[in-house]
């Protein structure tokens, strides 16, 4: 299967055009404003429009309510929401019921304890995205530019597709692939020239990189 590459937290029409063009499989737009990547519904309007379908759109939210989902979805009309809060199963379930979009869970990793609440999540959710769990003073659940341990997922058994984020960049990304076999991989911060300033040429560099990854894992996986 092909890998997914995401570029989360898009807010202008130039990098989202990049990403678009550089060949970015899943284009992520921030709702949470705490975020420096935080969208008004209007330029999520116009963004949302500019995808044209040539990637998936994900919306990102926190323990959003159904009001804001109502207007997200009214707004963007995303292909995805990727719930990066405390929302419990119960709420992903009544999320898809109520939605009928695919819902991916953020699970936040700092420890193996923290894969206690996949079998949960992995019973509704139609796929994960392993982040690295903030610190405890973050204004986020996430966009922080710090990895976790992938060596945490090496023994994965996750019948669900999931995805690696977390600090990712150009450099780190075949590495992050390797250990985690992950299908698909996410980038925020390891593409910015500053907190929600998206770099194009670093946004080039990453999917380059991720695309080149995915050849270098299959050529390995065959020997
Ligand atoms: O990106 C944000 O600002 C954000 C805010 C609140 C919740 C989640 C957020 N980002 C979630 C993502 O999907 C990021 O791409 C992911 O956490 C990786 O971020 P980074 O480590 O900066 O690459």
Redesign the pocket.
């Known amino acids: 299967m092909s890998l997914l590459v995401?570029i989360?937290?898009l807010s202008t029409r130039e990098t989202l055009q990049t990403a678009l063009d550089a060949g970015a499989d899943m284009v992520?737009f921030?709702f949470?404003p705490?975020?420096?990547?935080?969208l008004s519904l209007e330029a999520g309007r116009e963004l949302g429009r500019q995808v044209k379908q040539r990637a998936l759109k994900v919306a990102?939210t926190?323990d959003a309510d159904d009001a804001t989902l109502d207007n997200i979805m009214d707004a963007l009309s995303p292909d995805i929401f990727?719930l990066?809060g405390k929302e419990s199963v119960a709420r992903l379930r009544d999320i898809k019921q109520r939605f009928g979009r695919p819902v991916m869970k953020?699970v936040p990793v700092a420890t193996s304890a923290d894969l206690a609440a996949l079998p949960g999540y992995a019973a509704v959710a139609d796929s994960i995205?392993f982040?690295?769990r903030a610190p405890k003073d973050a204004t986020?659940?996430?966009?922080?530019?710090?990895?976790f341990d992938w060596h945490l997922l090496e023994n994965l058994d996750l019948k669900l597709p999931y995805m690696v984020?977390?600090?990712?960049h150009a450099g780190n990304v075949t590495e992050a692939l390797r250990v985690t076999r992950a299908g698909g991989v996410?980038?925020?911060?390891?593409v910015?020239s500053a907190p929600?300033v998206k770099d194009p040429e670093m946004i080039k560099a990453f999917i380059r990189a991720a695309r080149a990854s995915q050849d270098a894992n299959q050529e390995l996986s065959v020997r």
């Not at 705490?34 to 935080?38: A, E, F, L, Q, W």
């Not at 984020?165 to 990712?168: F, I, K, N």
């Not at 996410?186 to 390891?190: K, Q, Y």
Request: net charge negative; hydrophobic share 25%; glycine share 24%.
């Open positions: 995401k989360c937290g992520g921030v949470f705490p975020s420096p990547r935080h990102l926190v990727q990066h953020a995205l982040d690295a986020r659940p996430g966009g922080l530019g710090e990895p984020s977390g600090g990712l996410d980038v925020s911060s390891g910015e929600g």
